[in-house]
């Protein structure tokens, strides 16, 4: 396609952007890729709750039937209010100002739970930490381009899940075609408790926005503008680097604290390193550091069920992956990192088998 300033390339300038995210530096640096993408506004906010009050505060100060916001893009993993509690609140509750409102789910987590709850309750897409520039602008714009129409039937309310159109044996359908209602955007809600299913089959307002023709294929982004929101985002390794410094000392801490503190103590502190092993494992790889995302995945699942007590095995466990991420900073250690990467990797497997083990032993 086009390249930026061409025929058939969206004016993203015209789009407006709420971001979720509670961890400050990420959502820093997603704010300053949506920007060097061409969003021409992108509010931010640290948590679900934040964004539920952002969404009030708008609602009264706006027109009626006017949209807050074009997009939401939010974190899924956040404490207190987290996305998939606010992906509820804008399609169900009565106080949502648009609950047709596209949102875009964004987690470290691609755990297949957190995946299918997200669906269930009726995100429009995801995307994935680590993620690139590419992957957030095509996401995005895959978004206003080719919205999928909303449906409710049988308690769920959402995009249409089902991505292609297959042709389907009528025999083995559960709904009949008489019992589904498709309401236009001039259609009157006359009747409609009667239908188990309604399709909403409304014009494409946000692609007619950004001057999208529903006739013509999506636009790919142009590599002038990839370019400068990918070095936007690379620009903060040097940030990246501090802060990971800050957090990976804050992680030892708390590990350090694990053995033989009050056990209310013990729980928030799991929670408080698998929270942080969340965070790192969707950064590390958007600033060349994949073994960082591979380390704090390997203890964001050793770390999920918080305990009331920790093993001094357990607690060894975690150090051993708190030494291997320091070391990967301190090393510089950038890439897959060669043999010193194969070494770190192969001593961390070590020292799981070891330690599993031992814990096994002690349960037994």
Known sequence: MSEAGGKGWARFGLLSVLVVEDGAFIRSVLTGALRSLGVGTVHAVASGAEAIRFFEERKA???????????????????????????????SSPKSPDKFLPVLMLSGAADRQYVEQARDLGAN???????????????????????RRFVLAHGYFGPDRRRATRPVN???????????????????????????????????RL??????????????????????????????????????????????????????????????????VNRTAHEMRGQGGIFGYPLITLIAKSLYEATRNAATAVTPNEQRLYKAHVDAIRAVMNGRVSGDGGATGQQLLASLEVAKRKYAKAVEKAAE
């Not at 404490?79 to 609140?89: A, E, F, I, N, Q």
């Not at 809600?189 to 239908?195: C, F, H, K, T």
């Open 125 to 147: 897409d995801f995307i994935a930490k680590p993620f690139s520039a590419g992957t957030v602008g095509a996401r995005l714009l895959l978004s206003i381009a080719r919205p």
């Open 207 to 272: 692609g007619a926005k950004i001057g999208l023709n529903p006739r013509d294929p999506v636009p790919t982004i142009p590599a002038a503008v990839l370019e400068a929101a990918e070095a936007e985002i690379q620009s903060r390794t040097g940030d990246y680097s501090n802060w990971i410094a800050g957090e990976v000392d804050a992680l030892g801490r708390n590990v350090d604290r694990l053995v033989g503190v009050d056990p209310a103590q013990v729980a928030e502190l799991v929670t408080a």
């Open 61 to 91: 100060a706006l027109p009626p039937g006017t949209a807050p916001v074009d997009v939401v893009i939010t974190d899924i993993v956040m404490p207190d209010v987290d996305g998939l509690m606010l992906l509820r609140w804008i399609r």
């Open 170 to 204: 009528m025999d083995c359908r559960m709904t009949r075609p008489e019992e589904v209602l498709v309401v236009h955007s001039r259609s009157k809600a006359v009747g409609i408790d009667r239908y188990p299913v309604i399709y909403f089959e409304f014009p494409n």
